[in-house]
């Protein structure tokens, strides 16, 4: 198993460009996530989906769109990227046979 | 809103003392508490977690305690090892809901 895996590793953008951050797994878990970690302020939650289909806000989701059509993927879009989201984003995975969450490596983003 | 929070944001230890970390949440439906351990440049890993139902928990030298009544858990690292240094992260979640709220972290120092 390949476990939770996410690209690009790093990415640089210019204000106001878009792009997406892929994030897979292969353990069949129904439930996805993504945060934002920032020095001195944790992870945050910015999205998370329950299954394929539905996905609901967290903490931070301004600013951001996800969608899950698969069960697998659940990519992370940035619409018009902005300073203030610069920060490293990890996608997370869990089961409904059990609480714990697996993360993938991250993604380091910057935004000039 | 719900919240976590954890302190100390940094701690310094002599290596083989033991090292606390606490953190407060304010949902009381929370039930399911998990550490993660995160080492530069990586990802995080449950290292431990206790669900509501118990009080305390072991493995070999990290150990976890809850008290439900006054909403805090903390994380208990005995003979620490220079390997332990790391940033620490405690999180709440209700089971079945897969929303984790993290505390802001503790970056822990063992000094050899």
């Known amino acids: 198993n390949a476990g939770v895996t996410q690209t690009p590793k790093f990415q640089v953008l210019k204000t106001g460009q878009s792009m997406t951050l892929q994030c897979a797994q292969d353990m069949n878990h129904e439930y996805m996530s993504w945060y934002r970690q920032d020095p001195g302020m944790g992870l945050r939650l910015i999205h998370y989906?329950?299954?394929?289909?539905?996905?609901d806000q967290g903490e931070v989701p301004n600013g951001y769109n996800v969608s899950r059509s698969t069960t697998e993927d659940f990519p992370l879009r940035l619409l018009s990227a902005a300073p203030s989201q610069t920060s490293v984003y990890f996608c997370?995975?869990?089961?409904?046979?059990?609480?714990?969450?697996?993360f993938g490596p991250g993604t380091r983003l910057t935004v000039t | 809103g719900e919240n976590v929070e954890q302190h100390p944001s940094t701690l310094s230890v002599q290596e083989g003392d033991s090292a606390v970390i606490k953190c407060t949440y304010s949902d009381s439906a929370s039930n399911y508490f998990p550490w993660y351990k995160q080492e530069l440049g990586k990802r995080p890993q449950l290292i431990i977690d206790i669900r509501s139902n118990v009080g305390e928990k072991k493995d070999q030298r990290i150990a976890v305690t809850l008290n439900k009544t006054a909403k805090h858990f903390s994380l208990h690292i005995t003979e620490t090892q220079p390997e332990d240094s790391a940033v620490y992260f405690c999180?709440?979640?209700?089971?079945?809901?897969?929303?984790?709220?993290f505390g802001t972290g503790t970056r822990l120092k063992v000094l050899a």
């Open positions: 999180a709440a979640s209700t089971s079945g809901t897969y929303k984790y709220i």
């Open positions: 989906s329950v299954g394929a289909g539905i996905t």
């Open positions: 997370a995975s869990s089961s409904s046979r059990g609480d714990e969450q697996y």
